[in-house]
């Protein structure tokens, strides 16, 4: 499901990620002790390495959420924020930030930093994640375009009604964007504006094992 407009640009089709990429190994403090390719970061039950993600608002309060490409090795098909990635070795978070932003959706935003967090996930035989991730809101009035080669849909949702979705379905979702989520609704609530009243949701939903992180940069 694409949200289409009669104005939308054309979708892209660049290939802007791989299992060689060089990402940055971190031990629980999230400081720097190595690096290795993101196929081998994400083998077995993973190794710890740093992360963000993105959740990006319109003005007018819904946010842009997108349904992970059937090509991705890690939770294919599953609803998740705005953008998540990896800063690569020698990459600043905001410069890593900026750059996926853009291959993913041809957009940029200004964002800000909120928390981080760890957390461990295993997606079957296929590997896990095991991240320090960093989480950021930003806005944007820009017109998505999307990169098929990593997104299979996208949409906006207002707060209230994600929330709902999460509730009913919470396995159509990534457990990185359902646990982000259910801390940016409980302390960050001020993104989310005031017209909604919304449950707070568990900080740990399901399988995954999560380790609160100081909002330090």
Not at 52 to 69: D, I, N, Y
Request: glycine share 8%; hydrophobic share 35%; with cysteine.
């Amino acid at each position: 499901m694409r949200r289409c407009d009669v104005d939308s640009p054309q979708p892209d089709n660049r290939i802007v990620s791989n299992n060689d990429e060089q990402l940055i190994l971190v031990d629980g403090d999230d400081r720097e002790i190595g690096f290795l390719a993101k196929g081998d970061a994400h083998a077995g039950r993973g190794k710890l390495h740093r992360a963000f993600s993105l959740f990006v608002f319109k003005p007018t309060g819904e946010l842009l959420v997108q349904q992970r490409a059937q090509g991705k090795r890690l939770w294919p098909g599953y609803w998740s924020n705005t953008c998540c990635s990896h800063p690569r070795r020698g990459e600043a978070m905001d410069d890593a930030i900026r750059r996926r932003l853009l291959e993913e959706f041809g957009l940029s935003a200004e964002f800000e930093f909120l928390f981080k967090f760890r957390y461990r996930a295993q997606y079957d035989e296929q590997g896990a994640e095991h991240e320090l991730c960093w989480v950021y809101a930003g806005r944007s009035a820009q017109r998505p375009r999307e990169n098929v080669t990593e997104i299979a849909a996208w949409r906006y949702v207002t707060p209230g009604a994600l929330q709902a979705e999460i509730t009913c379905a919470p396995k159509t979702f990534t457990p990185w964007f359902k646990l982000s989520w259910a801390r940016i609704v409980r302390a960050h609530s001020q993104l989310l504006g005031a017209t909604e009243l919304l449950p707070t949701l568990p900080d740990n939903p399901g399988h995954v094992d999560a380790f609160d992180q100081p909002g330090r940069r």
